[in-house]
């Protein structure tokens, strides 16, 4: 099938955020302390409205749940909240809110990191704000975040170059999106993991991943004038050379671009594992 489709903003807004208490004493009641695993579902998916998107479906590991969402994931650990989303969806606007709820749900009233980030968007005059521009994202990440810095890296032309004959897999058809993640190996890029995907229609493809408190996710805009893929993954790895280049074969762009974030929480848990 074709993808000639119309426009669709594939770069992705990405908040994460690490919390704490200074409670250390109160616990909810199944014995769990602090934990965001046990705000609901439909908390979760109320909180989404400020964001402009949805709930689509779920899978869980021991540590992680993960939601597929109507634009891209929410990954949710008893600590770890990671908002990834694509489209004019509206993220920061979900800020407010989330801090509220952490608070209320779990008793989470320190944010010991946060984190945002996001590529050039491909047509930033369809964006709402708080997203129309990136000084009004910085500016509003510091109403709440103190001794916060802000950062352009890269270039600023967009990365649109994807092979069509690759893309056109990720149009409506007879395969589901578990069916295509096992054809093309993506479900195979972190051994073990449970994996939750879905095939857009008319195109478009999306696809969670969950192992212990590990994930991955990848997001296909598959249209010929906007095509875009992203992969993500807190996986450990001693080298990362293997599975970069698993990916870069499976979707064969023309260019790519990796970024690695970590903090101490991070560097500890990849030791302990």
Known sequence: MSTQQAFFEGTEKLLEIWFASSDSTQS???GRVHDLREISKDDWSELLTYANC??????SSNDITAYLLSESSLFVSSNRFILK???VTTLLNALAPLLKL???KCNFDIV???FYSRRKFQQPHLQKGPHNSFDTEVTTLENFFENGAAYALGRLNGDTCLDPSVMAKFTIGE?????IAKEMGIADLVPGATIDAKLFDPCGYSINGVVNNFYFTIHVTPQH??????FE??????SYRHMIETVINIFKPGSFVMTLFANEATSRNSQNE
Not at 54 to 59: A, G, H, K, N
Not at 175 to 179: M, V
Not at 233 to 238: D, F
């Open 54 to 59: 949805s709930i689509l479906s779920e899978v």
């Open 233 to 238: 993954t807190n996986y450990p790895q001693s």
């Open 102 to 104: 952490a608070k209320e």
């Open 112 to 114: 010991e990191n946060a």
């Open 175 to 179: 395969q589901s999106g578990e069916e």
């Open 225 to 230: 004038c906007c095509s875009y893929v992203s």
């Open 85 to 87: 989303t694509c489209g």
């Open 28 to 30: 909810t009641q199944d």
